[in-house]
């Protein structure tokens, strides 16, 4: 099974500042990986798949990078509505594995 | 619009068997350009994948939960459920249906909304 582990767990940031969230597999799953957005309540909602491609609907201040095992989430600047939980998840091999995710929260 | 919603008993008594089904609006579910998957969340904690159904009916599933788990499909009534055997309070999750669309790569695109089943006596 691949073990993705997200840093940080918990990422403390202020509006319009830039967030960096990282995702590692435990080994390679070229760039078959994806990140969601989960808010409280809410179904987690798809952001970036393929590791680069943004989800129809996807604001632009989303980006994805990354290949093989070391995959990057950036969100340029943070609007109010992107304080959420963030997980990756790879589809390069099965069973389908998720991160832990990490919480972008308010500083 | 493609929308999915979950239905079944909220509470399952521990040893019973969990059973949920996912009714799929706005496209039918059998097609060769996406394919389903039933992923869980427990409370307060992270998503796991709990398997998923493909085009021509053939499933994968959690080897976590492998030997209580099956997922089928009901063209006629274009929906796929979810059945879980032996339950304990360890399944007490929100558990969700979604879409794996081609177009965005075979990850999972359309979720229901969720519904939390807890395992209780």
């Known amino acids: 099974e691949i073990v993705l582990t997200q840093s940080p767990a918990t990422l403390s940031l202020s509006p319009g500042e830039r967030a960096t969230l990282s995702c590692r597999a435990n080994?390679?799953?070229?760039?078959?990986l994806a990140w969601y957005q989960q808010k409280p309540g809410q179904a987690p909602r798809l952001l970036i798949y393929?590791?680069?491609n943004r989800a129809t609907g996807v604001p632009a201040r989303f980006s994805g990078s990354g290949s093989g095992t070391d995959f990057t989430l950036t969100i340029s600047s943070l609007e109010p509505e992107d304080f959420a939980i963030y997980y990756c998840?790879?589809?390069?091999?099965?069973?389908?594995?998720f991160g832990q995710g990490t919480k972008v929260e308010v500083k | 619009q493609l929308q999915l919603q979950e239905s079944g008993p909220g509470l399952v008594k521990p040893s019973e068997t969990l059973s949920l089904t996912c009714t799929v609006s706005?496209?039918?579910?059998?097609?060769?350009?996406?394919?389903w998957g039933w992923i869980r969340q427990p409370p307060g904690k992270g998503l796991e994948w709990v398997g998923s159904?493909?085009?021509?009916?053939?499933?994968y599933y959690n080897p976590s939960l492998k030997s209580r788990v099956t997922i089928s499909e009901d063209t006629s009534k274009n929906q796929f459920s979810l059945k879980l055997i032996s339950v304990t309070a360890a399944d007490t999750a929100v558990y969700y249906c979604?879409?794996?669309?081609?177009?965005?790569?075979?990850?999972?695109?359309?979720w229901g909304q969720g519904i939390l089943v807890t395992v209780s006596s």
């Open positions: 979604a879409r794996a669309g081609a177009e965005a790569g075979y990850y999972f695109d359309y």
């Open positions: 706005g496209a039918p579910i059998k097609s060769s350009t996406y394919y």
């Open positions: 159904i493909y085009y021509g009916g053939s499933t």
């Open positions: 080994q390679s799953v070229s760039n078959n």
């Open positions: 393929d590791a680069s």
């Open positions: 998840q790879q589809r390069n091999n099965r069973p389908r594995t």
